[in-house]
């Protein structure tokens, strides 16, 4: 298995208040992605970095920020919680763009009451 | 509007026969596609791929079939097992623009039954 971690793998937030979810890769993949998973809606690109500092925007980013500042780590931020935002997030790695098998996280799932 | 689709959110299958899983895209510039499984509690893990300049690709008891003319690519599981039961995601992507990014399916959820 990829070695890929997700933190929280659970959490429950009230709307307004911010979040961050995290995650950490030990694979020194170049390129690393945050989807979340709904009901009917498969998975939905939130965004997306092909390195340190370089990242874009998905299809669902509306409400949420990410930051790479090392290789390891992505973060997605949810500036401020809204209860449609309450979903299972998974992050994922892939070496290259050319290969395009990503591997994915275990998830967090996150509540917003 | 979605780009690829699993119009079977659902299907059912003996222990043993054929699992026929379908997905159909819109995207002509889509050279590269993927299926993956995922276990509920679990991130998804990619199953296997195919590339445009191909019309089959064959991993043990999985087969993917792609049907470039028709927009159109199938997962052939034989035999079932009912550890495949799980939901399957067909993916796909450009190579030539989008640093890699994969559009998804909405998942069909197969059960695979003694």
């Known amino acids: 298995d990829a070695g890929i971690t997700q933190s929280p793998r659970h959490k429950v937030t009230e709307t307004g208040t911010p979040v961050t979810l995290r995650c950490h890769q030990t694979?020194?993949?170049?390129?690393m992605y945050w989807y979340r998973q709904d009901p009917g809606h498969g998975l939905r690109l939130i965004h997306y970095s092909y390195g340190v500092k370089d990242t874009d925007k998905g299809e669902v980013s509306d409400g949420y920020s990410v930051s790479r500042s090392k290789t390891e780590d992505f973060l997605l931020t949810l500036e401020s919680a809204t209860s449609s935002q309450t979903s299972v997030y998974f992050c994922?790695?892939?070496?290259?763009?050319?290969?395009?098998?990503?591997?994915f996280g275990p998830g967090t799932r996150l509540t917003v009451t | 509007d979605q780009q690829v689709k699993q119009n079977s959110p659902s299907l059912s299958v003996q222990e043993g026969r054929i699992s026929i899983l379908n997905c159909d895209y819109t995207n002509s510039m889509f050279d590269y596609f993927l299926w993956y499984k995922k276990y509920p509690a679990e991130g998804p893990t990619f199953l296997i791929s195919?590339?445009?300049?191909?019309d089959k690709n064959e991993d043990g008891r999985f087969t993917v079939f792609l049907n470039k003319s028709a927009k159109h690519l199938s997962l052939h599981i034989v035999p079932s097992q009912p550890g495949d039961s799980a939901v399957y995601f067909c993916a796909a992507s450009d190579r030539g623009s989008t640093l890699g990014r994969l559009y998804f399916g909405r998942g069909t959820q197969l059960t695979v039954w003694p």
């Open positions: 694979e020194n993949h170049r390129y």
């Open positions: 994922a790695i892939s070496e290259s763009s050319i290969t395009y098998e990503q591997y």
């Open positions: 195919i590339s445009s300049i191909k």
